[in-house]
């Protein structure tokens, strides 16, 4: 970059130019928090895409604790699904998902409801078992394909309360 006229300058100095920075060893590796692990999908179920889709995995583990689980239900899969729902809903909205859409996720299935119909912790354990494994992505997609995008595209509370009124209401399983 040039000086000012009025900056004094050495007319024997080395001018500098840019030169890169050094090298880094060893190849780029997808390791962040919010990363989706495995290959891109290709064919059916590939649902709805959106922005930083990802951040859903994060935010998913603020919800751990929560958990209302019973025998044979894995945190990782109850949160990989709850995450696949909430990147379907955040997309529907065009947006990243927020902690709101994993709320949502959750409660449709369940959850994060103490008092759970055992008819819906049977379909449970058979819908998310392994969903959190990258070889089981047509699983996953039935589970967020399962949440009809017309209920998610209502408001955190208006979902719970179709809920609480009659869980099958939230859910469309025959795909």
């Known amino acids: 970059m040039s000086a000012p006229h009025y900056v004094p300058a050495d007319p024997v100095a080395k001018v500098r130019s840019y030169s890169s920075p050094p090298r880094r060893p060893g ?46 239900e894995d945190p990782a899969d109850v949160l990989a699904g709850g995450a696949a729902v909430a990147m379907k809903r955040a997309a529907s909205f065009g947006r990243a998902p927020i902690s709101e859409d994993l709320e949502v996720g959750l409660v449709v299935w369940g959850f994060l409801d103490a008092n759970v119909d055992p008819e819906l912790v049977e379909l449970r354990r058979e819908w998310f078992e392994e969903v959190s494994g990258h070889h089981h992505y047509m699983e996953l997609r039935r589970v967020a394909d399962a949440v009809p995008e017309e209920l998610l595209r209502g408001t955190a509370a208006s979902i719970k309360a179709t809920y609480e009124e009659n869980w099958r209401d939230c859910l469309d399983l025959t795909v």
């Open 27 to 72: 190849s780029w590796l997808a390791d962040r928090p919010g990363e989706i692990r495995g290959l891109q999908p290709e064919g059916e179920r590939l649902g709805a895409h959106g922005p930083d889709g990802g951040y859903a995995l994060k935010l998913a583990r603020r919800f751990e604790d929560s958990l209302q689980l019973h025998d044979r």
